[in-house]
């Protein structure tokens, strides 16, 4: 057994396929297929079972898998601290991010890592703040960036911008409402809107009672470019921060109002995971992100 083997054998979960893990090792197929078969021989059970769909975890793979994990994980922190007791930023740092961000935050962050921190490596999960929220406190995630609706009050949050929301439709149907459209006047417009629970969608139902309106949620989305999707077909409406859709509004491809009468201010802020030590790889992708903020949340 080692650690190779080990994280084919990881890969071969998530893809499902003997041949799609050895494209993503860049390695041959048949060395792929040896390792694993190698591994069940020792081990004397089989770890997945071959269907006409590809792998499937056997039983006994269902049971070994998240040792694996941990067995890679305990792993990769020696390295990193192998390499950190040089003075060197090195190793992987598990990031989350919101998808309104994504698009132009890791460009930015992945050229200033290569350029000052070149040892370190990012793995990015993009996804809704309450997703991020549950994957750091489970300690698979080093940091997040997240929404939070209004002022973060909480000590572990660092707030690196405040933004506003706006109403997003289709290029050419929101001409009429100049710089800002009243929070009432969404009562006639058909929405696009995540699914509770939300941050954003408990924001408005909560505006909603209190202004005595109620919002038409015409459809429920769960990721952001399938809610431009269909914003930019017509027929429906979103509600995003600018940062989501300004290249799709330059484009010509989207109309963006800002959302007054209340304003809704999005905080966004970072937050570092408490459930294992913070390495200095982390540390210092939490500046980068911190000094990239100050650019791109104006």
Do not use: C
């Amino acid at each position: 057994m080692n650690l190779k083997q080990l994280q084919s054998v990881v890969l071969m979960d998530e893809l499902g396929s003997i041949s799609r893990t050895a494209i993503a090792l860049g390695t041959a197929q048949s060395l792929v297929s040896r390792q694993l078969a190698q591994l069940e021989l020792e081990w004397g059970d089989q770890l997945f079972v071959r269907t006409g769909r590809g792998l499937v975890l056997s039983d006994f793979g269902r049971l070994v898998l998240p040792e694996i994990r941990l067995l890679l994980e305990q792993a990769e922190r020696l390295e990193t601290l192998v390499k950190e007791s040089s003075g060197i930023p090195a190793g992987v740092v598990h990031i989350g991010v919101l998808p309104s961000m994504s698009r132009r935050l890791l460009p930015l962050l992945f050229t200033e890592l290569q350029t000052h921190a070149p040892a370190v490596r990012l793995h990015v999960v993009e996804g809704f703040s309450g997703d991020l929220d549950e994957q750091l406190a489970a300690g698979r995630l080093d940091l997040i960036v997240v929404n939070r609706y209004g002022v973060s009050n909480s000590r572990d949050e660092e707030t690196l911008g405040l933004v506003d929301t706006y109403l997003v439709g289709k290029a050419g149907s929101l001409g009429a409402y100049g710089d800002g459209i009243d929070f009432e006047a969404l009562s006639g417009f058909p929405l696009i809107l995540p699914s509770r629970p939300n941050g954003l969608r408990t924001t408005l139902d909560q505006l909603a009672r209190k202004h005595q309106i109620e919002l038409k949620v015409a459809i429920e989305v769960d990721t952001l470019n399938a809610m431009k999707d269909v914003a930019t077909s017509g027929g429906a409406f979103t509600i995003l921060p600018l940062l989501a859709v300004q290249d799709d509004k330059e484009r010509g491809w989207l109309d963006a109002v800002r959302i007054i009468n209340p304003d809704i201010k999005r905080t966004i802020a970072m937050a570092f995971t408490r459930q294992h030590p913070l390495s200095k790889a982390a540390r210092v992708v939490g500046s980068h992100v911190r000094e990239l903020a100050k650019s791109l949340l104006v």
